[in-house]
């Protein structure tokens, strides 16, 4: 299990909250750990650190053990070299945005300090910040000083709790390509803990998703996406349109099951044995087609009506955000057309072909 | 009955106490006592505390007392203090009446600390210095001399054994309490000025304290004093 | 003016709050970041002098050290002279006395550093020295200023303890305190007033010097 | 100015950053703060709120005024009535979440302030957090009893300082639309600092730009994508693909500006007049045709090669992030197919009609 | 043992404490949060009682409200009785002796509460006095209890300024404190062994009472 040089955790936690995880990462990728608010991400980052000491399990670097709670091996966190951004950035208040860099620095000869400090804040775009104290700094530049404080380092793992959660969309790209270009200079496992999931799937070779004090599914994008284990994993991948159905009848040979959705009955292919009565998932895609009239739907699309709460076009492409007519599950849908102006305020038909509708088991 | 606030020089301390006793039974009315140096006491009745009567070590005080007005009555001289020379049980100080020991014990360098109380507002003490002075121990001991604030604080500077001996009030080695730490040898009248102990009723004073002062100079009280190894003046 | 009595005072200070403060610091950080059994046991001995009287702390002390306790005598055989009555005496006193006065504002300080902080100290590779020289001391260096102004000025003032267990022996024993005292006591106004007159500035002189240096190296906690 | 019932401020501040800020918000819609870190977005919350005085200016909402400095008028918050998230939450550590709601509440009989409270904690889904201090909570948990306590004011306006940074993706969306729900409810002014665009866009009915410590441009979406008044504008509404370049020839006309791009000469329709040698801004569209070969790329198509730096599929369509080869210039773009196998790690050649490419002069 | 003593440090303990606190919360949280000319010399002159040893202020007292002044004159016949050598004149010394040990703790709390929690109790509508009830209170309550036992203490400890100016008469100005040193003097180590007995079991209870409070009440200001 730890033959290559990446991270390696089967850990358990117990205080302050009981958390286990299941995760790996290898040098030079990035794993994105997504999951609910509250879910244990920052502790299960802390206890990477090790800040938390978990009360069994094993945690290793590169071949070496960090953590290994049966042979009573716990390297601190200076010992284990890492580059840390928690999620309240803990700078050091009396010191200097340059100062807060130079300080991790004692790995560099002394003379190398100031020319990486210098780099590093001119990569995160603070360099005329450079003198100003944290409480004379605005929220992004507070996370942008932690961010290079901990890449400066040099790590041997690079650990990131939301770091791009304060930093506006131009900065953020910025930020972005920079730990893209970096992540194959450096060479180390990242773990970063982000509530993003465009972000999580545009910067991670992996994604790890966490809910309730567990790990419950890591993997590639596709493979996630493929196949989510739960309800909880499809949203936090992005997918939000997915919502219960029962089952009111299926066909084995065929392949087919259907559904009631929105008070008409729907039928799908659906490789899957189905008992009637049974809940599954329903996945609906995001692309839609948006209809003023009934008469305008196709008539091998399931359709329903759709009460609208928002919708902005960008980039040639209209978001939409309504309810399903007489039902609290909302959509989110994508044309890529204008809104018909006639909908623009209240009600609209959408149809969906039934080819695109998928639908899954909930594992747990 | 109101319960009069009485300023006392500390070495009457213990007769004052017993005579205060005495006072109680006979009368059922009570007093106040506070002890100080006689200097520090006057302070505070020229600075406006409520003392009904002023007993000090000398009369030197009642005198600046009148002086300022704070009095009413004359001043009277109740008794004449008489020093000692003091050492704790384990000290191996000689006691004399001539200071010979001590002189000797000094020349040997084994006196470490000698306690007297503060000449500077402390009957006492000024007359424990005239006794050394006279002795021409004065130069030799005076940097090993600890000061008490008050005689008493003196005496037990001296029972501690921190100090190897102390010059004191031979009417506070005579109490009880001295007997279980110390052990004494008074010294001789002619090594010091009298100690003409007088006191006075302040301006202040009610009908208690009018009667306690009367009390002070009554037989029972001048038997007290002597039995607390005071001399008692002449009786006009 | 009884300047002997000014630099006794002076020089007690110093030497109580030089020999106090690093033991403080120490102690204060322990108990700040550790938890162990009996803490809040030990927490509370260290403060009863803050509440004891010092004429209570210096019965007993005068009992403990006098040359009738065992202590005493141990420590009269061991150092040649007694305790009670000497400079070593008052400085002993004056320790124990300060101990709260030094460690409450140095574990309160500790305590306030945030745990964010602690940890990126921690995950920035920084030794134990290293995060008690350049980020722990530095945050709580305006708790260490309370604390050396509260035990110099505590010492400086202190008259209970000294006067029970010093006596006023001059240049050993005689603060300026007790000068002062005397003075009044012996109807020497003049010199009385003359001293309180120089402490007054003095006083007011070390507040300035310290708040000013408390402004410039202290840090507002921002919790931005 | 004054005559509807919405939010108007034309102010300046010099304290602690100096500030010029002009805006609206109507009673009902939603006004979205875009702008770089360290902008001074939050300063002018703040000084929306009373926090920060100006020191010329008007601020009034519903034809009140709340700050005239020339008529010496300076209403405190509290006087203002108002519901404010600040960006670092400012939760009362020693009272636990309800306590942290219920104290907001004065305005309420205090029979009702309790159902109140509980009916926010359960819109925010904080119910079983309900006793817990916040030092006991997340970084979302937190955020979301900062939220629940200003919305639960009622307020007159509403002061939203990145009120969704801290959450993730599912319960932001929950959140959303409790905003959306809750926004044709209490009729006011609600003002939402944010540096997620497409939030702005979904969300708002009006966006306002702040760039260093100016307002730059307020509008509707369409507006602001339309003609956008600088860079930085364009940047913070996700436009990316946007450098400057210069102009190689123009014809009055045809109305035709030709300018050079990764080494070729590109022509493209422009109604205004350019002078040869200036720099204007040149804006890419995000849909772009991918090809394994130039041989297939069609003749009236600009086009250059890609070096990809990352790419992720989600919702059938592939996102791109790449540089121009041979420039430092990064593009995004999005294509509604698999990326081709080969180019997977590599160069592939990116095509774009021509008429898709716009120019802008930048107006500062 | 000498109940009286003992029940009139308490009172003096309770009166001074109850007096000075209110006070000190008003005066601390102007100078934690307001800003105006003059500000660090108010300050400074609000520390001078720490650092001045108490005898110092006896003199001042003495001098200044001695009979032999004319403002002690004047108050003698406006009240019917001198301040000094009175139980008044005690109260009078300790509240100016226990401003910094009032102030310092409290003004250090409230310049501790984040900038974030004061502008979210303005946005919250919360008036002046609501949020100093609901918000800041229970925020520099550690701070409270802090300055709390310290006046408390430090009164029950005081000696120097209480021998100076109040004399020791029984009843009415002769303190817990000055009782052991009598005692003391007496020879009467029984009774000193007995009250410093009775001084150190209250204050350990103290202590202990005190330290729950604040942790109970007390909020760790954690920055998360
Ligand atoms: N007390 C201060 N002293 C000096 N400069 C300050 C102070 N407070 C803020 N600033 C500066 O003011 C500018 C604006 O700060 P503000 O917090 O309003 O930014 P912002 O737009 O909210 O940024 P972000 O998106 O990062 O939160 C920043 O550049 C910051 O450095
Ligand atoms: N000291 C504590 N005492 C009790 N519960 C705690 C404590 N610290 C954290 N928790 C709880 O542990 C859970 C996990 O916290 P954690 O900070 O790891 O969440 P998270 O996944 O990082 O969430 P977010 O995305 O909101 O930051 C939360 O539900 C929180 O309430
Ligand atoms: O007045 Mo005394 O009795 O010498 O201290
Ligand atoms: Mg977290
Ligand atoms: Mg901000």
Redesign the interface.
């Known amino acids: 299990m730890t033959e290559d040089n990446g991270l390696h955790c089967s850990i358990n936690i117990q205080s302050p909250i009981s958390l286990t995880a299941d995760l790996h990462c290898k040098a030079g990728d990035i794993l994105a750990v997504l999951g609910p608010s509250g879910a244990g991400k920052s502790t299960l980052l802390k206890t990477l650190a090790g800040l938390i000491k978990p009360v069994s399990g094993i945690i290793s670097v590169g071949g070496k053990q960090w953590s290994n709670i049966n042979s009573a091996i716990h390297l601190s966190p200076q010992q284990r070299h890492i580059g840390y951004v928690p999620q309240h950035f803990g700078l050091f208040e009396h010191l200097s945005t340059i100062d807060n860099i130079l300080i991790g620095l004692k790995h560099l000869p002394k003379s190398d300090r100031q020319r990486q400090a210098n780099k590093w804040l001119h990569l995160v775009d603070l360099l005329p910040q450079k003198h100003k104290r944290p409480n004379q700094l605005s929220g992004g530049q507070r996370q942008r000083v932690a961010l290079a404080r901990a890449l400066a380092r040099e790590p041997s793992v690079l650990l990131l709790d939301e770091p791009f959660s304060a930093v506006d969309n131009q900065t953020r790209e910025m930020l972005h390509i920079a730990l893209l270009k970096l992540k194959s200079e450096i060479r180390c496992p990242v773990v970063m803990v982000t509530h993003n999931h465009q972000e999580a799937m545009l910067l991670a070779d992996n994604i790890l998703i966490v809910d309730a004090g567990k790990t419950v599914q890591q993997g590639t994008v596709s493979e996630l996406l493929q196949s989510p284990k739960s309800i909880a994993v499809a949203r936090q991948l992005g997918i939000n349109n997915i919502f219960p159905v029962t089952v009111t009848d299926h066909n084995v040979s065929q392949q087919l099951t259907w559904f009631s959705l929105a008070g008409s009955t729907v039928c799908t292919a659906d490789i899957l044995p189905r008992t009637i009565g049974d809940t599954v998932m329903c996945l609906l895609p995001h692309d839609a087609n948006i209809h003023r009239h009934l008469d305008e739907v196709e008539s091998n699309h399931t359709h329903f009506e759709l009460q609208l709460i928002s919708s902005y076009e960008l980039h040639n492409r209209t978001q939409i955000l309504g309810f399903i007519a007489g039902t609290p599950t909302a959509l989110r849908l994508e044309i890529n057309r204008k809104l018909p102006s006639t909908a623009s305020s209240s009600s609209i038909y959408v149809s969906i072909p039934a080819t695109e509708i998928r639908l899954i088991t909930e594992f747990e | 009955a109101d319960s009069p ?1 009485i ?1 006392a020089a ?1 070495n009457v ?2 007769a004052l106490h017993a005579i205060a006793q005495q006072f109680t039974q006979e009368t059922h009315l009570t007093i ?1 006592p ?4 006689s ?3 006057t ?2 009745i ?6 009904e009567i002023f007993i000090s070590a000398d009369s030197h005080y009642p005198l600046l007392l009148e002086e300022a007005e704070k009095t009413q009555g004359r001043l009277v001289v109740y008794a004449i203090g008489r020093l000692a020379i003091i050492k ?1 049980r ?1 000290s191996n100080l000689l006691l004399d009446a001539k200071l010979q020991g001590l002189s000797q014990a000094l020349t040997n360098n084994q006196i ?2 000698f ?1 007297i109380a ?1 000449p ?2 402390a009957p006492y003490g000024l007359r424990a210095k005239d006794a050394l002075i006279q002795q021409q121990l004065w130069k030799p001991i005076e940097n090993k ?6 005689v ?2 003196a ?3 001296a ?5 190897q001996g102390g010059i004191v009030a031979l009417s506070l080695v005579k ?1 009880p ?2 007997h ?2 110390g052990e004494f040898s008074i010294i001789d009248q002619g090594l010091h000025q009298p100690l003409l102990q007088s006191m006075v009723l302040t301006s202040t004073a009610g009908a208690t304290a009018k009667h306690f002062f009367q009390y002070l100079q009554s037989d029972t009280a001048r038997d007290i004093f002597v039995q607390y190894g005071f001399d008692l003046p002449r009786q006009d | 003016m009884d300047w002997q009595a000014l630099l006794l005072s002076i020089k007690l200070s110093l030497v109580t709050t030089i020999l106090l403060i690093p033991l403080a610091i120490i102690t204060a950080r322990v108990l700040a970041f550790r938890n162990f059994a009996g803490k809040h046991w030990l927490e509370a001995l260290l403060m009863t002098p803050l509440i004891l009287p010092p004429t209570v702390i210096g019965y007993y002390l005068l009992v403990g050290l006098g040359q009738q306790s065992w202590l005493g005598q141990t420590l009269q055989s061991l150092t040649g002279q007694p305790l009670v009555f000497h400079f070593s005496g008052l400085v002993l006193a004056s320790l124990l006395i300060n101990i709260p006065f030094a460690l409450q504002p140095i574990q309160r300080a500790f305590e306030s550093i945030p745990e964010d902080v602690r940890d990126a100290s921690a995950c920035c590779g920084l030794t134990f020295w290293e995060s008690l020289l350049k980020v722990e001391l530095p945050l709580v260096w305006p708790g260490i200023v309370t604390a050396i102004v509260l035990c110099f000025s505590h010492v400086l003032g202190e008259f209970g303890v000294v006067l029970m267990i010093g006596g006023n022996i001059e240049g050993e024993t005689k603060t300026l305190s007790i000068a002062i005292y005397d003075s009044v006591q012996a109807f020497d106004f003049q010199s009385a007033g003359r001293m309180s007159f120089v402490l007054l500035i003095f006083a007011v002189s070390t507040l300035a010097i310290s708040s000013h240096f408390a402004r410039k190296m202290g840090v507002q906690h921002d919790r931005r």
């Open positions: 606030a300023a500390a301390r213990f106040r506070s002890y100080g140096s200097g520090q006491l302070q505070q020229l600075n406006g505390a409520p003392f704790s384990d470490a600390r306690a503060t500077a507002h001399l600890i000061y008490g604030e008050n008493a604080q005496a037990q500077f029972l501690s054994n921190s100090a109490a309490a001295f279980e730490h």
